[in-house]
């Protein structure tokens, strides 16, 4: 769909998305720190998706893809960087979690009678990953 949006627009790769934005920060406050930011988002996303309110619930979904967007552009320079050698397992690795994870919030919601806690509760692992 993306491509259908870029030639719609006549934008660029990097101007459809947070690429340029996301590696930016990387490049000058670290990987790490990035990450970590991004996670952030990810977490207050989470929690804004969960109040009552129609404005959280956009400007959730909003900042929670904007964190998945930046640590999808620099967790595989992270990967690489402290592990050259098995780069391409752990970015698979990476990969089959996001699809487990985006499965399992999906048979969640679906099943859930409380559509507020079934978007809330994926702040939880968040929060503990911010901690750790």
């Keep these: 769909m993306l491509d259908n949006i870029r030639h ?3 934008l660029s790769a990097a101007q459809a998305g947070l690429a340029p934005v996301a590696a930016a ?15 952030l988002l ?8 969960w109040l009552p ?13 904007a ?3 930046a640590a999808n552009v620099l967790l595989p ?4 960087r402290d592990f050259p050698q098995r780069m391409a397992k752990y970015i698979g690795l990476y990969a089959a979690t996001m699809f487990v994870t985006a499965s399992l919030a999906s048979g969640a919601a679906a099943t859930s009678a409380d559509w507020r806690l079934s978007l809330g509760v994926w702040a939880v692992p968040g929060m503990v990953a911010l901690l750790a």
Excluded at 42 to 49: D, F, K, N, P, Q
Excluded at 77 to 80: G, Q, T
């Design 42 to 49: 990810i977490t207050l996303g989470s929690v804004a998706r």
């Design 67 to 69: 964190g998945i967007a």
């Design 53 to 65: 309110l129609e404005s959280t619930l956009w400007f959730g979904t909003t900042t929670l893809s």
């Design 8 to 10: 719609a627009f006549g």
């Design 77 to 80: 320079p992270l990967i690489k």
């Design 25 to 39: 920060l990387g490049n000058r406050f670290g990987l790490e720190r990035s990450l970590w930011a991004a996670l």
